[in-house]
């Protein structure tokens, strides 16, 4: 069993698991203080963290010696992974819930897989494409099999607005993670994600404080304490760690299977919605649950 692949593979898990704290947090503060203002504030709390974690890890404050192409591909894959992709992301959190647009997210891995075989010629064995399909089936099935049942037609206007959201900002996430692979190999993998983090946070800038001018407000929402605090959480967990160990996984094992086994957020969010939200897990979650856990493994088994 390859070592650097099982590694690779062990920090996808963590990735996973910040993912789904994010998205808890995100609906929670979300849904009291607006989508928005949350995905533009989380970056500038974010930013002073992962420039700390980039000098820790790799001695620099700021890569300074890289190609303009490097450059110009982390500041775009910033822009579409921080700003579009988290934009359209938040407000599915909110119109559908966490786990729920967590489940659609899983198409971004097909999309990666794909793309990463073309660019880098990656190739994935039948054990491994085996894997990916069956995690991809067991959190479909979530969804697919949930869907079925008879809801109002608000409810149901909603989903389909967060359906879309969450389709979109999947499309995107693969495309931000394919141009932050470009560069991985110029670049180590948290000081790329600084000059991601900066990417996305010069489009909120833009968007927040020249085009919209609602960034004051966006700023005075966190003077509520308790929002400030699950905020500071968030970020840590997803733009620094979260992500930071994603970008370090990127170099250790194939694009798709890092991204598949990062999809598996919705499976952690079960026990969530079961003992603290309270929901009534269906025999659809419970299945999609084996599946997703049973293709993970056979990732493992793969290495």
């Known amino acids: 069993m390859e ?5 690779g593979q062990l920090l996808a898990l963590l990735t996973a698991a910040c993912w789904a704290q994010n998205s808890i947090i995100y609906r929670h503060i979300g849904a009291k203080a607006g989508s928005d203002a949350v995905a533009h504030i989380r970056m500038w709390i974010a930013l002073p963290m992962i420039l700390v974690l980039t000098y820790a890890v790799e001695g620099i404050w700021f890569p300074t010696s890289l190609s303009a192409r490097t450059y110009i591909f982390l500041l775009a894959s910033g822009a579409f992974g921080y700003f579009i ?14 786990r729920e647009s967590m489940v659609i ?12 075989y073309i660019l880098f010629d990656e190739r994935l064995n039948l054990i491994q494409m085996l894997g990916i399909l069956t995690t991809i089936a067991g959190v479909a099935v979530m969804v697919l099999l949930d869907s079925r049942r008879k809801v109002e037609k ?15 900002a999947s499309a995107l996430q693969s495309l931000s993670f394919l141009l932050a692979k470009f560069a991985l190999d110029e670049t180590g993998p948290v000081s790329t994600n600084l000059l991601r983090n900066i990417g996305g946070l010069l489009c909120f800038f833009v968007f927040n404080f020249l085009y919209k001018r609602n960034a004051v407000q966006h700023f005075a929402v966190f003077k509520n304490r308790r929002y400030l605090i699950l905020l500071i959480l968030a970020a840590f967990a997803g733009p620094v760690l979260g992500m930071s160990s994603q970008m370090r996984a990127f170099t250790l094992a194939p694009v798709g299977i890092v991204t598949t086994i990062t999809q598996v957020t919705p499976i952690l969010l079960l026990p969530f919605d079961r003992f603290i939200l309270h929901k009534h897990l269906t025999a659809s979650s419970l299945a999609g649950t084996f599946l997703s856990i049973a293709g993970v493994a056979v990732l493992f088994l793969a290495a």
């Open 3 to 7: 070592h650097n692949l099982v590694v």
């Open 85 to 98: 992709t988290d934009m359209l992301l938040f407000k599915a959190y909110i119109l559908l819930g966490s």
């Open 105 to 116: 997210m899983t198409l971004s891995p097909v999309v990666t897989a794909f793309f990463g």
């Open 154 to 168: 608000d409810e149901r206007d909603t989903k389909v607005k967060g359906f879309v959201y969450a389709i979109l």
